[in-house]
């Protein structure tokens, strides 16, 4: 069973009668902010993703492996030791 054209033109004039036209009005204008929102978020996301990630710099000085490093490490007083 489907709608035939007078029973849409029915159902339109029902609705028209229990809301009103300003009120059918506003309701089908945030309807379209809302697409609009929708849209420039979605085109925002994609300018987002085309944009190359930042790099991130190493330290600024000759880094030397862990394995190195750990050798020519002092060992740490402590402040107990201090007193």
Do not use: C
Not at 30 to 58: C, L, T, V
């Amino acid at each position: 069973m489907s709608l035939g054209p007078w029973q849409l033109i029915i159902i339109a004039l029902v609705i028209l009668v229990l809301f009103g036209r300003g009120r059918i009005s506003e309701m089908m204008g945030d309807f379209g902010k809302g697409i609009k929102s929708f849209k420039q978020g979605m085109n925002e996301e994609d300018g987002q993703a085309a944009k190359p990630a930042p790099r991130i710099e190493g330290p600024g000085h000759e880094a030397k492996p862990a394995s190195d490093a750990a050798s020519e490490a002092k060992p740490a007083e402590t402040r107990d030791n201090a007193k």
